[in-house]
Every structure is written in C-alpha cells, then in structure tokens.
Nanobody, 114 residues
C-alpha cells in the first residue's frame, strides 16, 4: 500500500524559508513523476512542482519559479520542496502525490504572515 507522509510545514514570516518533505513508501517509484500540490482555504487545489523520479527533470508553476526547488532522494524515497522567499499568497496546505495515480498524502500546512 502506497503511503505518502508530508512534513515540514509551519508558521513563518514573509521572506522566510521552509523545506517540506514527503516520505514515500509501499512501492518503487521508478518511472513515475512525483509532485507537490497546494490548496488554500476556499480555493481549488493547484499544481506547484513536479519531478521525474528517474531523470530528475522538474516543472514549476510560474508563481514559484526561482523561489521553490523540488528534489528527490532515491535512497530514502523522499521528495522535498525547498521554499524560499515565501509570500503570504503561498499560504496553503501542501500535498504530495504520484502524478497519474490516486495517491495523496494528508498534507502539511504552511502559513506565511505578512
């Protein structure tokens, strides 16, 4: 059974940094794309960033380019999201997922105060 467990969220001030982690287990993720999504209160869930497990190629939504970095550690089966220069509009619950599969974590809350 696939499990995705996010951690690393918290309350920070604008301009601060956070690193989110997603511990993945239950299968091999070779050949899949891992991604981070986020959902702010009252809004739809939106794509943030993705990474190809094998080759490491990445994609980002425009609003986080240059500020966020997605990475993965194959040995630990962990996906990271390094978030720098955080803005209040980044406030949301962040979720880890395997793209194309119905695997989601429970999320970790990031709150950025102005």
């Amino acid at each position: 059974q696939v499990q995705l467990v996010e951690s690393g969220g918290g309350l920070v001030q604008a301009g601060d940094s956070l690193r989110l982690s997603c511990a993945a287990s239950g299968r091999t993720f070779s050949g899949y794309t891992m991604a981070w999504y986020r959902q702010a209160s009252g809004k739809e869930r939106e794509f943030v960033a993705s990474i190809d497990w094998n080759g490491g190629s990445t994609t980002y939504r425009d609003s986080v380019k240059g500020r966020f970095t997605i990475s993965r550690d194959k040995a630990d089966n962990t996906v990271y999201l390094q978030m720098n220069s955080l803005k209040p509009e980044d406030t949301a619950t962040y979720y880890c997922t395997v793209m194309g599969r119905a695997y989601w974590g429970k999320g970790t809350l990031v709150t950025v105060s102005s």
